[in-house]
């Protein structure tokens, strides 16, 4: 059971990024998915949150910038990030909440570094 998380990199401000998050091991169709990040010092707070049916909700610091989506066929969840500013500079995290359907807690991927820098 595990989440891989992909796609951090260096970018300059107004570009964009996308991150892939690949679940194994529970049934990734009923899982609702979720994107977080985490600053030094800071708590992890949430930027993007996909349902099991299609369901999102967004940060308000995110919103208009940035999109989750999910392909249910390769079990990956995706966040498209553009207009990338400094401040989203952070860890990102993957999240899959725990269902009835072999997931009995959350279950974090290993985080992915975003740098938006000139």
């Known amino acids: 059971v595990q989440l891989q998380a992909s796609g951090g990199g260096s970018v300059q401000p107004g570009g964009s990024l996308r991150l892939s998050c690949a679940a194994s091991?529970?049934?990734?169709?009923?899982?609702?998915m979720a994107w977080y990040r985490q600053a030094p010092g800071n708590q992890r707070e949430l930027v993007a949150r996909l349902s099991n049916v299609g369901g999102t909700v967004y940060a308000d610091s995110v919103k208009g910038r940035f999109t989750i989506s999910r392909d249910n066929t390769v079990n990956t969840v995706y966040l498209q990030m553009n207009s990338l500013k400094p401040e989203d500079t952070t860890v990102y995290y993957c999240n899959a909440e725990p269902n009835p359907f072999g997931l009995s807690g959350n279950l974090w991927g290993q985080g992915t570094l975003v740098t938006v820098s000139s």
């Open positions: 091991g529970f049934t990734f169709s009923v899982t609702h």
